[in-house]
T-cell receptor, first 117, second 113 residues
Framework: AQSVTQPDIHITVSEGASLELRCNYS??????LFWYVQSPGQGLQLLLK??????LVQGIKGFEAEFKRSQSSFNLRKPSVHWSDAAEYFC???????????????FGTGTQLKVEL | DVKVTQSSRYLVKRTGEKVFLECVQD?????MFWYRQDPGLGLRLIYF???????EKGDIPEGYSVSREKKERFSLILESASTNQTSMYLC????????????FGEGSRLTVL
């Protein structure tokens, strides 16, 4: 079974600074990888996803993530953070090759981002 | 715009009450899910369904049941609500045989007094 670790529970950055949120996964092959964002009181919105091909993926709101197989990581980055990026961010992993009801995502426990003005 | 709609955003119930949380999706997805979200614990899967009238237990099914009578609708039922079921409940859907990408509703915040 797959698992996901987000080692940082809280991160605070200044507006305009760069951001990197860490995500490490455990899975026997190359998984499907996702980053979701959740604003307070809202559901989760997909930021970006990796299925195959180019290991650097671009998402919405200026975010990008890089899949590194050797490190089992899928870290989320943004070159310049805006105050509106303050939210909770979840990394998730899905297994390949499953059909029917087998393909459920496994989520990390989330990283809460605070942006200082 | 594709959508997952949770009928109640905020509910306050009393201990022992029966609670229904409703979720409807308009994407013709086969798979539907109910998660519970608590601070520090992330998202935990309660139940999911991969077809009408089919259901499978997730990681924390105790105290919950579900119903899926139509493809677009997935209901979460708390037979006898308890204070430890105070939480945010998230419904999601996905395509069968796909990557597992989930589409989420906006959540239902349940408080049990």
């Amino acid at each position: 079974a797959q698992s996901v670790t987000q080692p940082d529970i809280h991160i605070t950055v200044s507006e305009g600074a760069s951001l990197e949120l860490r995500c490490n996964y455990s899975y026997g092959a190359t998984p499907y990888l996702f980053w979701y964002v959740q604003s307070p009181g809202q559901g989760l919105q997909l930021l970006l996803k990796y299925f195959s091909g180019d290991t650097l993926v671009q998402g919405i709101k200026g975010f990008e993530a890089e899949f590194k197989r050797s490190q089992s990581s899928f870290n989320l980055r943004k070159p310049s953070v805006h105050w509106s990026d303050a939210a909770e961010y979840f990394c998730a992993v899905g297994a390949r090759g499953l059909t029917g009801g087998g393909n459920k995502l496994t989520f990390g426990t989330g990283t809460q981002l605070k942006v200082e003005l | 715009d594709v959508k997952v709609t949770q009928s109640s955003r905020y509910l306050v119930k009393r201990t022992g009450e029966k609670v229904f949380l409703e979720c409807v999706q308009d994407m013709d997805h086969e798979n539907m899910f109910w998660y519970r979200q608590d601070p520090g614990l992330g998202l935990r899967l309660i139940y999911f369904s991969y077809d009408v009238k089919m259901k499978e237990k997730g990681d924390i099914p105790e105290g919950y049941s579900v119903s899926r009578e139509k493809k677009e609708r997935f209901s979460l039922i708390l037979e006898s609500a308890s204070t430890n079921q105070t939480s945010m409940y998230l419904c999601a859907s996905s395509l069968r045989g796909g990557t597992g990408e989930l589409f989420f509703g906006e959540g239902s915040r349940l408080t049990v007094l």
